[in-house]
């Protein structure tokens, strides 16, 4: 029992250490809101819904606001469940601190770390596809290889096309969309089978927290 509640404190405070670093300004804020949403939108997991945030602000002046937002309940994060078909609304708004917003963030953060280095079969990018339709394993450069990487535009490719193509250009070589620098060389994880399903399951896992944070957060 000790040991279990030790290995929460331990967590709980490595959490508390990330938000401290990543927290910053009222205007880092709202650049973290708008990256949340967006890795929000590109994580595919659950298939038929995702999450979006939005700053609610007490009634402060703007020039006040800088000064007087880590306070509590003068600025508030609210969070909402979103159909991806028809972009409605499910349930009601969870309202979070900004301390519990930068929770979900961090998760969010380490899902979409996951997606830079490794396309796996439990995190399909194109759920419409049979998962045995061949050309969901190809890559899309070469159309030949087996993808093993995949950047946070979805789009998929071997690991010898990706660091051909990242030798001399920075953005994803299908939409032009920059490659985040941790997407490098250097920091691209060519992977076995076993390590693909054991970075699915954290994926799963890291999804699975955001939601119970979530649902049991009172309205």
């Not at 910053?24 to 949403?37: M, P, R």
């Not at 979805?154 to 030798?167: A, D, K, N, V």
Request: charged letters at 25%; hydrophobic letters at 35%; a negative charge.
């Amino acid at each position: 029992m000790g040991q279990v509640e030790s290995s929460v404190a331990t967590e709980e405070g490595r959490m508390r250490g990330r938000i401290r670093a990543v927290a910053g300004s009222y205007f880092d804020l709202e650049k973290h809101v708008d990256q949340a949403n967006e890795w929000a939108r590109q994580c595919s997991i659950p298939s038929t819904c995702r999450l979006r945030f939005r700053i609610l602000l007490d009634d402060f002046t703007p020039d006040c606001l800088p000064f007087v937002w880590r306070l509590e309940d003068v600025v508030r994060i609210e969070a909402w469940k979103m159909r991806r078909s028809d972009e409605s609304t499910i349930g009601e708004a969870k309202s979070l601190t900004v301390d519990q917003f930068y929770c979900i963030y961090c998760f969010l953060s380490d899902i979409n770390d996951c997606a830079v280095h490794v396309l796996s079969p439990r995190l399909d990018v194109n759920p419409s596809r049979s998962p045995c339709d061949p050309d969901d394993a190809e890559c899309q450069i070469c159309m030949d290889t087996s993808k093993e990487v995949v950047l946070p535009c979805t789009h998929s490719f071997c690991l010898h096309c990706f660091q051909s193509w990242t030798q001399q250009n920075q953005t994803c070589p299908i939409c032009r969309r920059p490659i985040p620098s941790c997407a490098q060389d250097q920091e691209v994880w060519q992977l076995t089978c076993y390590d693909r399903h054991d970075l699915a399951a954290h994926v799963q896992d890291l999804v699975s927290r955001v939601y119970e944070l979530l649902d049991n957060k009172r309205h």
